[in-house]
């Protein structure tokens, strides 16, 4: 139980970390190119940068369910860099699975409702996300995109939005490298990057979107013991594609 407990407390993102180390990290990454990305969503807590979001309706930010720490939560949209004066968008509520209990039970994933819509355009788009639950082909060159920190060592903070390639992992074989480690991963999740590569998500990337042909199938939920010297166990994310119902349903009632 006191090792179960230790793996727990390492694998935490934000939840534990944000109020530290503020921002999100992509390793390895580059600053995303102007007119990319519009859909991408900085959730911050009183006032600070969070966890990475992005928009699926004009009402609704995806995100993952441990990005709620309390705290007053609003939205940034529209823009890839945070040191402008951006417009922060009221949350008028934070929707998370019924089952989330913690990131080792799984079903890390939160809808964000908008105070009010925002008007789609050049610079705010929503991305597309499954249709079905199809499987993500392996493996399949996906990216995943941040801000914030972006060396694991020196903790260099970068204002401007991320982003990186990773490859899809197997999730049988993803789940087979977290045991050697003595992890159970939870269900309803998919692997990619960290791993046999040295790109990935990192502390505070939380809630951010795996994209692998222009949809967003993934959301970044954790890592192995907070430490992005990469390659080790493949990053893990929550599979959007298993919780199909369960949006929809919220959207639809929400709405």
Known sequence: MAIQHRLLLFLTLAANAHAALSGDEIINGKKAADGSLEYMASVQINGTHSCGGFLIDPNFVLTAAHCDNGGEMTVVLGTHSLKRNVK????????????????????????????????????????????????????????????????????????????????????????????????????????????????????????????????????VSFNLHNDCNYPNAPNVYTQISKFLPWINETIEAHS
């Open 88 to 219: 922060k968008r009221k949350v008028d509520i934070k929707i998370k699975h019924g089952s989330y209990k913690s990131l080792m039970t799984g079903n890390d994933i939160m809808l964000l409702k908008l105070y009010k819509p925002v008007e789609l355009g050049k610079r705010v788009k929503v991305v597309n996300i499954p249709r079905d639950d199809t499987p993500v082909k392996q493996p399949n060159e996906c990216l995943v995109a941040g801000w914030g920190f972006t060396e694991n060592k020196n903790k260099k903070v970068s204002d401007d939005l991320q982003v990186v390639n990773v490859k899809t992992i197997d999730t049988e074989d993803c789940k087979k490298e977290w045991k050697v480690v003595r992890v159970t991963l939870p269900d309803k999740i998919m692997c990619a990057g960290g791993y046999e590569e040295k790109e990935g998500a990192c502390q505070g990337d939380s809630g951010g979107p795996l994209v692998c042909d222009n949809v967003a199938v993934g959301i």
